[in-house]
């Protein structure tokens, strides 16, 4: 019988094509790179990120010391910085969950474990959602917290402080906050009540007294402290403490270099899902509005109608955002855009932390009813909810999205991941 090589080669071929064609078949279209026919989308998206703000991660970095960087890593993750003695803050900021904590709300002294194991552990809960800290401190990461408690302003850091903020640095006045609020770093009892809740800033300044003697005593903590500073050790103080905190967030929390860098500025891959979220981002969906800039945020205050979670930092599950720093009505229920870097591991979202997924995140900007249980709501969370939505300007709101349309914003925002 004679060998006929060519249907030995056809038969070859046959399964290898079969499978290749069963792998274009199972897979999402969408998640294969953008057609050449997309060039002109591709080259649009790319200078509409950068016409809004986008710059090279080079361009975000700032300087920080090793040997103050190192200390602060050490103190950040020190419980003796706690009046209490029992938290620190690492326990609320784990990599583990983008550097937030994965609570709605976040649970302060008292509190053991990490995510949901601190839930019913006996902890204080803080009514907000923890924010993650990539980015803080950079260039131009200037405004601290949900309501913008910190922040400069004519040359002037503006905060709880008053004339008397203990440094000229943003990030430096913000990391001292947490050491002296209630139920974050400070357990809430009568007698803490009784001693501590002044209006008296010599008040948070006999405590962060008491905290840098615990420091200078801790030979652990005081001797790489006085010798980063260059300072005899009875002579350190908790700005420098501070400090060395906020020099380990810079250098630990930086802007890393993302899928989107590298497409924008190293002519990198893109898939057809991502690129339709970026079309959709920058345009019709009107997300670069707010979330514009290097950090994908304008740093102002905005009120979305995301649902009220917990009893809410004004009690009786109410949360009147930024008017609780500036005492303007018209600040009611305003809280600062957050910056997307790592957004898809940050979860839960809102400044109460009541919607599990980005995909609700993003359906709360446009169609918040559809998240919304009316027949479980009292006459004064409908209420509340009937002011932030008339409080939302009409040039921010997105145009209806279909769910397709808000998966592939998904897509898109997830390639600020790192």
Not at 59 to 64: A, G, R, V
Request: charged share 25%.
């Amino acid at each position: 019988m004679k060998f006929d090589f060519r249907l030995f080669l056809l038969l070859l071929i046959i399964p290898t094509i079969s499978a290749c064609e069963k792998q274009a078949f199972d897979s999402d279209p969408q998640e294969n790179p953008a057609l050449a026919g997309d060039t002109l989308r591709i080259e649009t998206l790319r200078k509409a990120a950068v016409r809004n703000g986008l710059v090279p991660v080079d361009d975000m970095q700032s300087k920080t010391d090793f040997a103050k960087r190192a200390i602060g890593e050490k103190l950040f993750a020190s419980k003796t910085l706690s009046l209490n003695g029992n938290i620190s803050c690492q326990d609320c900021h784990l990599d583990k969950f983008g550097s937030a904590d994965g609570l709605p709300n976040a649970i302060g002294a008292g509190a053991t474990g990490e995510g949901p194991a601190r839930m019913g552990s006996g902890g204080q809960i803080i009514p907000r959602n923890v924010l993650p800290l990539w980015g803080r401190g950079g260039p131009g990461f200037d405004t601290f917290f949900w309501d913008g408690k910190v922040q400069p302003k004519n040359g002037v850091v503006l905060s709880q402080f008053g004339s008397l903020a203990p440094s000229s640095d943003p990030l430096v006045v913000a990391v001292h906050l947490p050491f002296v609020e209630l139920r974050e770093m400070i357990a809430d009892t009568p007698e803490v009540r009784a001693k501590l809740v002044t209006e008296e800033v010599s008040t948070a300044e006999g405590v962060f007294k008491t905290l840098a003697d615990r420091v200078r005593k801790a030979p652990e903590l005081g001797i790489p402290l006085a010798n980063a500073y260059q300072k005899p050790l009875e002579r350190l103080d908790f700005e420098d403490i501070g400090d060395a905190v906020a020099q380990f967030i810079r250098h630990n929390f930086r802007i890393k270099r993302t899928k989107l860098h590298r497409f924008v500025f190293e002519n990198g891959s893109i898939t057809q899902k991502e690129l339709n979220g970026g079309i959709t981002f920058y345009g019709r969906g009107r997300c670069a509005s707010c979330h514009n800039g290097a950090y994908f945020t304008d740093f102002g205050f905005h009120s979305i109608p995301f649902p009220q979670l917990g009893f809410g930092k004004n009690g009786f599950g109410n949360d009147e955002g930024r008017y609780n720093v500036t005492f303007n009505p018209s600040d009611r229920f305003l809280f600062r855009t957050p910056p997307l870097y790592n957004a898809t591991k940050t979860s839960p979202y809102g400044h109460s932390g009541s919607l599990l997924t980005l995909e609700e995140a993003i359906v709360a900007h446009f169609d918040p009813l559809r998240l919304t249980n009316f027949q479980k709501m009292n006459i004064q969370e409908r209420s509340n909810l009937y002011r932030i939505m008339k409080a939302a300007p009409e040039d921010t709101v997105p145009t209806t999205l279909t769910d397709t349309e808000v998966k592939e914003l998904v897509a898109f925002i997830s390639m600020l991941d790192f």
